[in-house]
Every structure is written in structure tokens, then in C-alpha cells.
């Protein structure tokens, strides 16, 4: 069974400064999907980046990037230049390809703190 | 094009009772998935529908159920509630049909509370 790990409850970050929130999951699997979703207070899950397991590149969305490590099992998302709109809880989820196993798999979750 | 919707928003039950809450999808995306949230087991996949047919099964008791009509909506039923049903309860819209890499749109979520 396919497992996700977010190792961090709780980090912090000064306004405008640069943050790692990091990720590592157990499979077999050689095709995958792996997502960060972010919670703010709203509760509303809100999909931040995604990444497909079969390419090499690292997904950038503005702001939002990964450091996807295949090899490592590793993925973990960069924040750069803070703003107080990122403070939520933010999960690493897990998606296998295919429709047998189409759940999606939370990691606990990381609360990210902005100060002003 | 409008998000997802989930009604009620909050809903406050005692224990023995039964519950129903919807869930009403992104225009065009065919399937939905319900996950439940609660702080000691964070978020846990309930089931998910496609085209009025449950596709994927999480491990949950029978006494968690749903069904999806014609037009995508879903409800999902708990029957003879307890005490640790009391949870945020998150319905996801998606295609259904890009596998993987198909991204699941949440809505608001029915926070569950059970006395």
C-alpha cells in the first residue's frame, strides 16, 4: 500500500522570504501522480501543483515549485516570496494512474505560518 | 463555470440518527468523491462515483453509502451515526475521465457534528 509522509506539523515563515514544506511517500508503482493541495482557514481544498511521475521536470506554478526526486521518494514544495494569503495547511497527496486505485492519499499535513 | 457545492454546510445530529449530504458537481465533470476529514485520522477516501456507478471503494463501514444520479450529483448517507462520525466531509468534482492525472476540484465540505 501506498503511504505519504509529511514529517513537518508546523513551519514558519518571515513575509517575502522563501519556504520548504517536504514530502515523501512509499510505492511500487512506477506511474504516478503527486499533488500539494493547500487549506485555509475556509477549509476549502485548493490544488496548488501537480506532478506527473514520468517527467523529469519539476512543476512551477508562479510562486509554487517542486524538488520531485523519483529515486528518493522525495517531494517537496517551495514557496518563494511569502505572502500572509499562503497561510493555511498545506498536503502532499498521492495518486496512482489508472482507475483501480483512483483515491487520492493524504499526507498528516503541514500548518505554514506567515509572519508579517 | 460555477465550483463545486456541498449543502448543508454545517449539520448537528445525535447518536442513532442517520444523515444525508450532497454534493453537486462541477458542469460537465462526471465523477465525485467523498473523503472525510477529522483531526485523529486526518483525510481518509470514502468512495468515489462515476456515471451514476460506485468505481473505487475506500475501507469504510457499510453504514457509509452514496449514490450519484443522472445529472453527477451525489449524496452520501451515514446511517446510525456515532460519536466519531463527527467530521469535515469533502466532496471532490472531476472529469473521470483522464485517469491519474485527472485533478479533483473540493468544495466546501459538511462539517458533521454527532452528540
Known amino acids: 500500500a501506498q503511504t505519504v509522509t509529511q514529517s513537518q506539523p508546523e513551519m514558519s515563515v518571515q513575509e517575502a522570504e522563501t519556504v520548504t514544506l517536504s514530502c515523501t511517500y512509499d510505492?511500487?508503482?512506477?506511474?504516478?501522480?503527486l499533488f500539494w493541495y493547500k487549506q485555509p482557514p475556509s477549509r476549502q481544498m485548493i490544488l496548488v501543483i501537480r506532478q506527473e511521475a514520468y517527467k523529469q521536470q519539476n512543476a512551477t506554478e508562479n510562486r509554487f515549485s517542486v524538488n520531485f526526486q523519483k529515486a528518493a521518494k522525495s517531494f517537496s514544495l517551495k514557496i518563494s516570496d511569502s505572502q500572509l494569503g499562503d497561510a493555511a495547511m498545506y498536503f502532499c497527496a498521492y495518486r496512482s494512474e489508472g482507475w483501480s486505485n483512483y483515491q487520492l492519499i493524504w499526507g498528516a499535513g503541514t500548518k505554514l505560518i506567515i509572519k508579517p | 463555470k460555477a465550483g463545486v457545492t456541498q449543502t448543508p454546510r454545517y449539520l448537528i445530529k445525535t447518536r442513532g440518527q442517520q444523515v444525508t449530504l450532497s454534493c453537486s458537481p462541477i458542469s460537465g465533470h462526471r465523477s465525485v468523491s467523498w473523503y472525510q476529514q477529522t483531526p485523529g485520522q486526518g483525510l481518509q477516501f470514502l468512495f468515489e462515483?462515476?456515471?451514476?456507478?460506485?468505481?473505487n471503494k475506500g475501507n469504510f463501514p457499510g453504514r457509509f453509502s452514496g449514490r450519484q444520479f443522472s445529472n453527477s450529483r451525489s449524496e452520501m448517507n451515514v446511517s446510525t451515526l456515532e460519536l466519531g462520525d463527527s467530521a469535515l466531509y469533502l466532496c471532490?468534482?472531476?472529469?473521470?475521465?483522464?485517469?491519474?492525472?485527472?485533478?479533483?476540484?473540493f468544495g466546501p465540505g459538511t462539517r458533521l457534528t454527532v452528540l
Open positions: 462515483y462515476f456515471s451514476e456507478t460506485q468505481r
Open positions: 510505492t511500487s508503482e512506477s506511474d504516478y501522480y
Open positions: 471532490a468534482s472531476s472529469s473521470g475521465l483522464a485517469g491519474g492525472s485527472d485533478t479533483q476540484y
